[in-house]
């Protein structure tokens, strides 16, 4: 005794239109895009009946192609995505590592006294007189070298007179 299923005599796709619908509305969550994806199968199941395609198990197939177009439409949908700068693959402090590694790079170009002076600097010492105190020099050639150093700087990163290197990420 064979358990198989036999199509009803009038087996024609419009028997399966409601089953694809269906199918679709679960697969799309969404009961216009349902809608759509059954009627486009639908629409390439019978085309390739006009050809005069044999197609043994109507229901399975037509099953199968609405699955298969989900797929494909999903996939394209995705490919179709323009990401944005928050949608990024890049770490949050990656910018800011490359913008130190930058400034570092530049500092390490810049003449010797300059530079020493801006590590001072980078590592706590801000006062103009600590400085002067740190390094032997007079407070004034202190605050000329590290307004030539900062200069410098802003020229050889492309940042406006007025910008700070903290504006660089």
Not at 41 to 67: K, Q
Not at 101 to 127: F, H, K, Y
Not at 155 to 164: I, Q, T
């Amino acid at each position: 005794m064979s358990f198989q299923k036999t199509p009803p005599p009038n087996d024609d796709l419009t028997t399966h239109l409601a089953a694809m619908t269906r199918l679709a509305r679960r697969l799309t969550r969404n009961r216009d895009l349902a809608d759509d994806l059954a009627q486009d199968a639908a629409l390439r199941i019978w085309a390739r009946l006009a050809r005069g395609a044999e197609i043994d198990d109507l229901r399975a197939y037509s099953m199968t192609t609405l699955r298969n177009l989900a797929r494909s439409k999903a996939r394209s949908v995705r490919d179709d995505v323009e990401f944005s700068d928050d949608m990024a693959a890049v770490g949050p402090d990656a910018l800011r590592q490359l913008a130190f590694r930058d400034t570092c790079a530049a500092i390490n170009r810049l003449p010797a006294d300059q530079a020493r002076l801006l590590t001072l600097v980078l590592a706590g010492q801000a006062s103009p007189t600590d400085l002067a105190n740190t390094t032997g020099c007079p407070v004034g050639t202190v605050m000329s070298r590290l307004a030539r150093a900062r200069a410098t700087l802003r020229r050889d990163m492309d940042l406006d007179a007025d910008m700070s290197v903290a504006d660089l990420y």
